[in-house]
């Protein structure tokens, strides 16, 4: 979902990231999800866990990536700020 088209923004790569970790997800999964590049994955998972956005749990054999609290807040903002966008450019193209 680009906002504005083209390329998808820092902000919307991190909202796919969180979307795909609601349900405790391996790396792998997450970046299947998310359809992304594994290197923009390898740059961003740390500094989402950083941020505490999500969390990781090493206790299996692999690393099992899930969104926190945090996380679910800045979605929760992430899809009204979409919302209102969409509603703007609706409003320019078909309200005179």
Known sequence: MEILGGRRSRIELVASILKAAIQAERKT??????NLDTRIARSLLPAL???GLIERNEATRHQVYRVTAKGL??????????????????????VP
């Open 29 to 34: 999964r997450i970046i299947h999800k998310s």
């Open 49 to 51: 866990e950083e941020l």
């Open 73 to 94: 807040e800045f979605l929760k903002h992430y899809e009204n700020i979409v919302r209102l966008l969409r509603l703007d450019a609706y409003r320019r193209k078909h």
